[in-house]
């Protein structure tokens, strides 16, 4: 019989090219060939129930793809041509960027590893699937981050060995500890570590900030990276509620599980998220919104939503979100003031904001901006203008889990640090918080191998015993001209002169503004 | 609580006192003066003398703050580990008690840091 109709609907398709290519093995036993699947204690009964929202097909998948990325290189290609880094608002927007192509593209790629692994260990077809496409699209997105930025690479310092730097530079170890940690986790910790947690709960503030940065600086390219990336975390996002929902509608004994890891990872991403807080409150010369107005609408008001929405499942809010709200009064302030101070080992600058920057400030943190900050970039500006720009030459105690320094202070009571610390097996260990000092609890196996990076210096294991020389051999930063302050900095001196400036009058004008 | 996991997992603790040759980690806070971030990590011999310890480590660490000069860190107020502490200057740091990633605070009354905000 001849076949009439030759070419498939959407639906078929999506049908024959997943679910048909599932079949039940009979050689070999199911639980042989998903090793992964049962250990984490997780029980799925049917996973015919898992749905696929965006009934996407692999060809289908590509085609669109390769659209995007057209439309997205022909944009790069004009930024580079018509010198787009001319047109940004100031140079010490590229500093953002310094520490998105060492922070956060490497996490793109690690999250690629990461989905291909687990779509490999779900015995579900759909979420297989659905694995495969994000390993795809994450390693898209760390393509062309990569390329998105490579543009500035030739005109500013900082930005050329950023995969190498996130193995080895102390505060890069922040992010690439959250997704090792998270890659060492069973399949449905990882999805929900990352796709919900993550990809759901918390990305929006790393994005949204991130690429409304880059719109209201004038980087045409990380905007259309973000243009392009757009579609594609939409279909994370949903790939995130999918997993939490699914999980949770199989069995009543996930529950319990579920809200461990979301307890762990709410604050393990937020803790990542630091990191952000002053991208947007300080590294953005342009700025979008404040760090505790982005917190209040994406995770205040969305997430608190979302979670009223899990409550039927059984699962109630963060266990530590209430020391998150908080903190936002606090988070970009201390993070800044840290970063400032270890300039000499970053491989972006930092400065002190300019006098209408600071009045920003004070209105948007009007509880804490002039009370606690203001006077130390009074005290600091002092200092610089008397020629003792600060550096903290001794280096800092790191959070055993999250490997932040542990700078963060108490719930209520700003001036305090929220330090923890335990004796696990006769050796003593250090967290930052009580939800850091929780996480190590309930792992301690997992954490007593941190690679901190202070005492991975002390240990001699990095090239060197003293800063200097573990900055320049081992992280691979030019001293001089990748790190420390970035008044004087040859960036400063490069944009000077692009804007046809002399360096001495705009570094003057600059310090005045500062004091 | 211990990890789930697919084997037995166990692994040497990274930090053990025998991978610092000889020396130790030590952490030092000095409560309201957050001009420095973080408490600091410090790499101290066992056998050198707390008062050596507080004029060669300490006192260069924290020589950028105003109040510094004034810091009087023998008649200071120490916690070793979370504990009230009353060091011996002359005795090692290690018959002193303060053992591999022992934390110390010192508050020094009367200096409680900048713009009275801790700082």
């Known amino acids: 019989m001849a076949v009439k109709n030759k070419k498939l609907n959407l639906k078929d398709k999506y049908q024959y090219l997943t679910r048909d290519m599932a079949w039940e093995p009979s050689y070999q036993k199911k639980e042989d060939i998903y090793p992964d699947e049962q250990f984490e204690g997780i029980k799925i009964t049917d996973w015919s129930q898992w749905e696929d929202p965006f009934r ?100 500013f310092n900082g930005l050329h060995d950023a995969p190498y730097m996130h193995d080895r530079v102390w505060f890069l170890s922040v992010p690439k500890s959250f997704f090792d940690d998270a890659r060492t986790a069973g399949p449905f910790e990882f999805l929900t570590a990352i796709s919900f947690s993550f990809e759901y709960v918390l990305t929006n503030l790393l994005f949204v900030p991130f690429m409304s940065g880059a ?4 980087d045409m390219a990380t905007v259309t990276f973000g243009f392009s990336a757009q579609s594609d975390e939409a279909r994370h996002m949903t790939l995130g509620l999918e997993v939490i929902k699914f999980i949770l509608e199989q069995h009543e004994d996930n529950v319990p599980i579920v809200q461990r890891w979301i307890d762990k990872w709410f604050w393990r991403g937020f803790r990542l998220l630091s990191l952000v807080s002053m991208m947007m409150d300080y590294m953005l010369p342009n700025k979008v919104m404040s760090w505790a107005e982005a917190w209040e609408v994406y995770y205040e008001q969305n997430g608190g939503a979302l979670f009223k929405d899990l409550e039927r499942y059984g699962i109630r809010p963060p266990k530590y979100q209430d020391v998150a709200n908080d903190a936002k009064h606090h988070l970009s302030h201390q993070l800044w003031t840290t970063f ?28 804490t901006f002039d009370k606690y900050y203001r006077p130390r970039y009074e005290y600091l500006a002092k200092e610089a203008a008397a020629g003792r720009r600060f550096y903290n030459n001794t280096l800092p105690q790191l959070c055993q889990v999250c490997q932040v320094p542990t700078l963060f202070t108490e719930m209520g009571a700003p001036t305090k640090l929220s330090h923890r610390q335990l004796v696990h097996e006769g050796e003593r260990y250090h967290f930052c918080s009580e939800a850091c000092c929780d996480i190590f609890k309930d792992e301690p196996e997992k954490y007593v191998q941190a690679w901190l990076p202070v005492h991975q210096i002390y240990q001699g294991n990095c090239e060197g015993g003293d800063v200097e020389t ?46 | 609580m211990s990890v789930n996991a697919l084997y037995d997992y166990k692994f040497e603790p990274k930090d053990k006192v025998e991978n610092f040759h000889g020396m130790q ?21 066992p056998d050198m003398t707390f008062g050596a310890f507080v004029e060669d480590i300490l006192k260069p660490a924290i020589a950028a703050h105003p109040d510094a000069a004034r810091a009087n860190f023998l008649g200071a107020e120490w916690q070793l580990n979370d504990e009230p502490f009353t060091p011996d200057a002359n005795a090692s740091l290690k018959d002193n008690g303060i053992d591999h990633k022992s934390m110390l605070t010192v508050t020094t009354p009367g200096l409680n840091g900048m713009a009275n905000a801790g700082y």
């Not at chain 1, 300039?343 to 948007?364: C, L, R, V």
């Open chain 2, 25 to 45: 980690l030590l952490y030092v806070y000095w409560p309201n003066h957050l001009l420095f971030c973080a408490p600091f990590a410090v790499l101290v011999q």
């Open chain 1, 470 to 515: 573990v900055v320049q051999k081992y992280y691979h930063i030019n001293i001089g001209e990748d790190n420390f302050e970035y008044l004087g900095s040859p960036d400063h001196k490069h944009w000077l002169s692009i804007k046809g400036k002399s360096s001495d009058e705009k570094v003057e004008s600059a310090k005045q503004d500062a004091a």
């Open chain 1, 56 to 155: 996407l097909t692999m060809d289908a998948y590509w085609k669109y793809q390769a659209e995007k990325e057209k439309k997205l290189y022909a944009i790069f290609d004009a930024f580079a041509q018509n010198n787009g880094h001319q047109n940004i608002s100031d140079a010490r927007y590229v500093n953002a960027l310094k520490l998105f192509l060492s922070g956060v593209s490497p996490l793109e790629h690690a999250a690629f590893q990461g989905y291909s692994k687990v779509g490999r260990q779900f015995s579900g077809a759909g979420a297989r699937v659905a694995c495969q496409m994000q390993a795809i699209d994450e390693l898209r997105h760390s393509q062309t981050q990569q390329h998105a930025m490579s543009h500035y690479n030739k005109h």
């Open chain 1, 340 to 367: 400032y101070q270890y300039s000499q080992a970053t491989n972006f600058h930092t400065w002190i904001p300019k006098q209408e920057e600071m009045d920003w400030m004070s209105e948007k943190y009007p509880e």
């Open chain 1, 215 to 218: 719109a209201y600086n004038g």
